[in-house]
């Protein structure tokens, strides 16, 4: 088992910024692939941003130039650079794992951006 846990989010202005961390529990062995996703009231969660174990990165078409996604190669840890941030941006946003045919979950922080 893999633990996630997140930190950063909050409550900021249309336009600023905010960084989100998260952190595995332990290492783990082989591919995988890191991601932040979010979910809005009333909607569907949806994948934000993710990055490989090799470090590639795919983003959400509402995010791209806005967010980026990095990993710390030493450990099993991403962060989530927010700028720009919009209202349309509020979500619970959730940290993922996937390695294998296994799918880990952080608790989700809430990031509320005001207009």
């Known amino acids: 088992q893999v633990q996630l846990v997140e930190s950063g989010g909050g409550l900021v202005q249309s336009g600023g910024s905010l960084r989100l961390s998260c952190a595995g529990s332990?290492?783990?062995?082989?591919?995988?692939?890191m991601g932040w996703y979010r979910q809005a009231p009333g909607k569907q969660r949806e994948l934000v941003a993710s990055?490989?174990?090799?470090?590639?990165?795919n983003y959400a078409d509402s995010v791209k130039g806005r967010f980026t996604i990095s990993r710390d190669g030493a450990k099993l840890a991403v962060d989530l650079q927010m700028d720009r941030l919009k209202p349309e941006d509020t979500a619970v946003y959730y940290c993922?794992?996937?390695?294998?045919?296994?799918?880990?979950w952080g608790q989700g922080t809430q990031v509320t951006v005001s207009s």
């Open positions: 990055i490989t174990s090799g470090g590639i990165t």
């Open positions: 993922a794992l996937q390695n294998g045919p296994t799918n880990y």
């Open positions: 332990r290492g783990i062995f082989g591919f995988f692939i």
